[in-house]
């Protein structure tokens, strides 16, 4: 135990933190939607299914930068860390182009109480992915300063604390991703 990063211990208190938000929210949402019902003609917006496929394919990009790391390989670090915060941006412009799909259609916030919640649900999701996303970015740009120089490239992927940042960064993005599949089939099924 004593061997346990403190980082570690922080990043799975959150986690557990954010499993039980998500999780009571998603109650409050079952049962509200089998009291009161979803509106008649809703659907998902198809955007949404397709953010799915984008962050799943930021999830299997960001497994590749722990190997690249432990490889030394500093281009592939650089080219995985990249295409997660592309796939990552790709999936936030597409949860935003499905919200705008539902208000232009006349789905508001306030219009029904299931898709308040998924307003809000989603809303939350994406301040999750937007929080991962600017610490991917201050990992990148630590990646990025460093490959200039030999030396400091040597040293940075010698240094343990920077390998930590990095696990704890994939176990984090892993969360948001597993947390949004399960949610997109929670929403899919229920409308």
Avoid at 19 to 30: A, G, I, K, N, R
Avoid at 36 to 56: E, N
Avoid at 168 to 176: A, K
Wanted: a positive charge; one cysteine or more; charged letters at 10%.
């Amino acid at each position: 135990m004593e061997k346990f990063h403190p980082h570690k211990t922080l990043l799975f208190f959150g986690l557990v933190g954010s499993t039980v938000l998500f999780l009571s929210m998603t109650f409050l949402y079952v049962i509200t939607v089998s009291r009161s019902g979803t509106p008649d003609a809703f659907q998902l917006p198809k955007s949404f299914s397709v953010s799915t496929v984008f962050i799943l394919l930021s999830s299997f990009s960001i497994s590749g930068a722990v190997k690249a790391f432990k490889n030394d390989a500093l281009l592939e670090l650089k080219i995985s860390l990249m295409s997660t915060l592309a796939f990552g941006m790709l999936f936030c412009l597409s949860q935003a182009i499905g919200l705008k799909i539902m208000i232009d259609s006349g789905y508001f916030i306030s219009s029904n109480v299931g898709v308040s919640y998924l307003y809000v649900i989603t809303g939350m999701h994406f301040l999750h992915v937007a929080g991962g996303m600017i610490y991917l970015l201050a990992i990148s740009f630590r990646v990025f300063s460093s490959s200039g120089d030999m030396v400091k490239s040597l040293l940075f992927l010698s240094d343990d604390y920077q390998y930590t940042r990095l696990q704890l960064s994939t176990i984090y993005w892993h969360f948001v991703d597993a947390l949004w599949v399960i949610l997109f089939f929670m929403f899919l099924f229920s409308f």
